[in-house]
């Protein structure tokens, strides 16, 4: 199956200091890429990108799609220990039916704002 | 949004019992999902809940383990059968608003502990 990878795994980072986490797709046939923040158990939606070159921006987050190279970004500025999570990643292609749609997601990016 | 509810929200079982988890949204929705996030591990989809017929399972899930029911637009539930200490995990379920077919939302998850 099409892989969603994202990179780094992990990073630890201090207050303040900006960071800039990737995530690549394989699959062609998708509809959206879609960015999650997971603190405890349920995954909170951050961004949707459907077009490439568009920034999405929410606060200090901001997130941006390259449909050509198949990756997104999501950048974080003034970090803040609130900001400590687990991001992932997913597209959103057609499931095993064919019928209606799925997101497959990444194994997350853990980050970890220290004061 | 939406405000999505989940029951029970942990709960501890003996293997080779079942355990129904309940998802409740409180506006209709178009789609329902199942996911499973296992220890570590990044999210995964279980299986699409369709209203008024069968679920669409994703490869490795099957109907006698995960039977899943939607008897409407606003409720669906999961049955974990037969389990065992590998069915240990974090399950989750999602909605997709009429409003927003691409964007999925969380329910707050239950947390499944097999001895």
């Known amino acids: 199956e099409d892989k969603v990878v994202q990179s780094p795994l992990s990073l630890v980072v201090h207050e303040g200091d900006t960071v800039t986490l990737n995530c690549s797709y394989e699959v062609t046939n998708f509809r959206s890429l879609l960015w999650y923040k997971q603190e405890k158990k349920a995954p909170t939606f951050l961004f949707m990108l459907t077009s490439s070159g568009i920034e999405k921006k929410s606060g200090r987050l901001s997130s941006i799609l390259d449909k050509k190279e198949l990756f997104s970004i999501l950048n974080i500025t003034a970090t803040q220990t609130g900001d400590s999570a687990v991001y992932l990643c997913?597209?959103?292609?057609?499931?095993?039916?064919?019928?209606?749609?799925?997101?497959?997601f990444g194994k997350g990016t853990l980050l970890t704002v220290n004061p | 949004s939406a405000v999505i509810s989940q029951k029970p929200s942990r709960d501890i079982c003996q293997r080779g019992t079942s355990l129904t988890i309940q998802c409740q949204v409180d506006?209709?929705?178009?789609?329902m999902f199942w996911y499973r996030q296992q220890p570590g591990q990044s999210l995964t989809l279980i299986a699409t809940a369709n209203q008024g017929s069968e679920a669409t399972y994703e490869s490795g899930f099957v109907i006698d383990k995960f039977p899943i029911s939607r008897p409407n637009l606003t409720f669906s539930t999961l049955t974990v059968s037969n389990m065992s200490p590998e069915d240990s995990s974090i399950y989750l379920c999602?909605?997709?608003?009429?409003?927003?077919?691409?964007?999925?939302?969380f329910g707050p998850g239950t947390r499944l502990t097999v001895l």
């Open positions: 997913a597209d959103n292609r057609p499931n095993s039916g064919g019928s209606n749609y799925k997101l497959t």
């Open positions: 999602s909605v997709a608003l009429l409003s927003s077919y691409n964007e999925q939302f």
């Open positions: 506006s209709q929705v178009t789609m």
